[in-house]
C-alpha cells in the first residue's frame, strides 16, 4: 500500500509558475513509476506527466511539453512537478498517482495509488 499527498496547489495569473509536490508513504518507493495526472471541471481525468523509477525516463502531454519538468528524490519519497509559463487551460485538480511497477505508463486505468488532489488555478 502507498499513500500520497499533494500540496503547492494555488491560484496564479498566466505566466506565473507553482511547484506541486507529492509525498509518498508505505512500501519500498522506488520501485515505483509515478504520475501527475488533472482534471478540469466537466472534462475526463487526463495524463499530465511521468517518471520512471530512476527518475532517467519523463513522458509529458504535448500541452505541458517545454514548460513543466516532473523529477523525483527517491531519498525523500517525493515527486514533483515544476509547472511555469501556467495558462487559463492548466486550471484543474492535480492528482499523484503511483504504478506498482518500475515502467512507466501514461493511462490513469495503470495507476493504483492515487492522492487527493491539489487544486491549481490560473487567472488570465
Known amino acids: 500500500q502507498v499513500q500520497l499527498v499533494e500540496s503547492g496547489g494555488g491560484l496564479v495569473q498566466a505566466g506565473g509558475s507553482l511547484r506541486l509536490s507529492c509525498a509518498a508513504s508505505?512500501?519500498?518507493?522506488?520501485?515505483?513509476?509515478m504520475g501527475w495526472f488533472r482534471q478540469a471541471p466537466g472534462k475526463e481525468r487526463e495524463f499530465v506527466a511521468a517518471?520512471?523509477?530512476?527518475?532517467?525516463?519523463?513522458y509529458y502531454t504535448d500541452s505541458v511539453k517545454g514548460r513543466f519538468t516532473i523529477s523525483r528524490d527517491n531519498a525523500k519519497n517525493m515527486v514533483y512537478l515544476q509547472m511555469n509559463s501556467l495558462k487559463p487551460e492548466d486550471t484543474a485538480v492535480y492528482y499523484c498517482?503511483?504504478?506498482?511497477?518500475?515502467?512507466?505508463?501514461?493511462?490513469?486505468?495503470?495507476?493504483?495509488?492515487w492522492g487527493q488532489g491539489t487544486q491549481v488555478t490560473v487567472s488570465s
Open positions: 498517482a503511483a504504478r506498482a511497477y518500475m515502467v512507466v505508463r501514461t493511462t490513469a486505468d495503470d495507476y493504483s495509488y
Open positions: 508505505g512500501r519500498t518507493f522506488s520501485n515505483y513509476a
Open positions: 517518471i520512471g523509477w530512476s527518475g532517467g525516463n519523463t
